[in-house]
């Protein structure tokens, strides 16, 4: 199993700035891919940013020029530095991962816990 523990989250004013960790952990044989989702209350769950195991990133349109994903490889961390936040960005920040755990095993998904982000205006 992998476990994702987010840190990182809490409450700012608009046009502040965040930065969100995961570390991963447990039994890791291959790290796919790691990213963010955030969801708001009554929207679903969204895709934010993504980066895959050459370092390839992706971000969804409404987060380009303002938030940066990165990963750590040796620790097995990724972040999402966040800046010039909005009100709009207020939703609950969960990360993601897709590994595998074993040579004999596919590719799965996890999650972690979430972590809150809430942007003042």
């Known amino acids: 199993q992998v476990q994702l523990v987010e840190s990182g989250g809490g409450l700012v004013q608009a046009g502040g700035s965040l930065r969100l960790s995961c570390v991963a952990s447990g039994r890791i044989y291959r790290i796919n891919n790691m990213g963010w989702f955030r969801q708001a209350p009554g929207k679903e769950r969204e895709l934010v940013a993504t980066i895959s195991n050459d370092g390839r990133t992706e971000l969804v349109d409404s987060v380009k020029g303002r938030f940066t994903i990165s990963a750590d490889t040796t620790k097995k961390t990724v972040y999402l530095q966040m800046n010039s936040l909005k009100a709009e960005d207020t939703a609950v920040y969960y990360c993601?991962?897709?590994?595998?755990?074993?040579?004999?095993?596919?590719?799965?998904?996890?999650w972690g816990q979430g972590t809150q982000v809430t942007v003042s205006s």
């Open positions: 993601n991962g897709d590994f595998r755990t074993s040579i004999y095993r596919l590719s799965a998904a996890y």
